[in-house]
């Protein structure tokens, strides 16, 4: 954690950004500023320009409902989320799991940490799953992890590209085995999707760690990752004993866009 820590301080100072702080948007509504740059913006400018500052091209950071009205054609999809749900909501009887899940959906305003639509995107049809670092750090469960199969396989039956946006601190803890499952069973997914030669794309934005990271999150086709997107893998203390002289984490920060928030 020492060395997570001193990345966390060093960076922040470098460009003038709390990286802990996970509420960017609530700044705004406080101070009328962006975060980074300081200068002066309304909230109302700021969804014009999908959350991009348009000073510092700083990338706030956006829920699933929003993604997803930005990415398709006119805002139009057919929300296709509850379809995949998946009964074990609470497969370990995790005391306060099920109480911590309402209140979540209360906060958040989204159902769950992935979304899932179906709509086109100039004219060309595509399925998409859209995770929101919102609803408990985007973590990924067992419902997470079933929409996300489910995308896969309806891009593989309708024969059309699937797009996944990744936003996650990791496995979900109160779901303990189910939850480090979904990794294999993702992963598994997107093998069907590379054989029936469909592509997949991934779009990495802040924060992309731990499990997705390990998982899906690097199969991509295509990957993107959005400007100052943050993401991690963590090796196994079992790795680190034979791997001593080198660094316990791997840490990079990626970007690409320079002016537009690639939805």
């Known amino acids: 954690m020492g060395l997570v820590n001193t990345f966390f301080k060093k960076f922040s100072k470098k460009n003038s950004v709390d990286l802990y702080s996970l509420d960017n948007r609530k700044f705004i509504s406080e101070k009328h500023q962006c ?115 489910q995308v896969i396989f309806h891009s593989i039956k309708e024969k059309i590209p699937c797009l996944i946006t990744t936003a996650s601190g990791g496995a979900r803890m109160h779901e303990g085995l189910f939850s480090l499952m979904q990794m294999a069973r993702t992963s598994h997914a997107v093998a069907l999707l590379h054989q029936m030669h469909i592509p997949l794309f991934v779009l990495l934005t802040d924060p992309t760690t731990g499990g997705v990271t390990a998982s899906f999150g690097m199969l991509g086709d295509v990957i993107l990752a959005e400007q100052q997107a943050l993401g991690w893998l963590c090796r196994s203390s079992r790795d680190r004993r034979y791997h001593q002289t080198k660094t316990s984490c791997r840490i990079s920060v990626c970007g690409i866009s320079k002016r537009k928030r690639v939805c």
């Open 35 to 149: 975060p980074q740059c300081h200068e002066h913006i309304e909230e109302e400018i700021l969804r014009a320009q999908l959350y991009v500052c348009a000073h510092c091209q700083y990338h706030f950071r956006i829920n699933a409902k929003e993604r997803l009205s930005f990415l398709f054609d006119g805002g139009q999809y057919e929300n296709i989320s509850s379809k995949f749900d998946t009964p074990l909501h609470n497969p370990l009887g995790f005391p306060g799991y099920t109480e911590k899940l309402k209140f979540e959906q209360q906060k958040s305003m989204v159902d769950e940490a992935v979304m899932c639509g179906i709509g086109t995107v100039l004219g060309h049809k595509i399925s998409v799953a859209s995770m929101s670092f919102q609803f408990m750090g985007g973590s990924m469960g067992s419902t997470v992890g079933e929409r996300i199969l």
